[in-house]
């Protein structure tokens, strides 16, 4: 998960990182794009500190494994 910037949390701000993601057969992310970062541009940076990082199980169409791409949101939400 990515940190919470914190001159965000300090601020109360909240929002969301909406990321165009492709997934490897591995499930490994091979490749993104920021989309759009509401709130604090600090959320997308975080974000793809991370990303690299971050695993799925490897997607599967028709039993085979695949390549997939998709939108994903990352929500940055005060407790």
Do not use: C
Not at 15 to 25: C, F, K, M, Q
Not at 31 to 38: A, D, L, Q
Not at 40 to 67: C, I, N, Q, S, Y
């Amino acid at each position: 998960k990515p940190d919470y910037p914190a001159v965000a949390q300090a601020a109360q701000i909240s929002g969301y990182v909406d990321i165009d993601i492709v997934i490897n057969e591995q499930g490994r992310v091979e490749s993104f794009t920021i989309i759009e970062t509401r709130g604090h541009p600090l959320f997308g940076v975080e974000t793809a500190k991370v990303l690299p990082r971050w695993r799925f199980p490897p997607p599967r169409m028709g039993g085979k494994k695949v390549r997939v791409k998709y939108i994903y949101r990352v929500n940055f939400t005060l407790n």
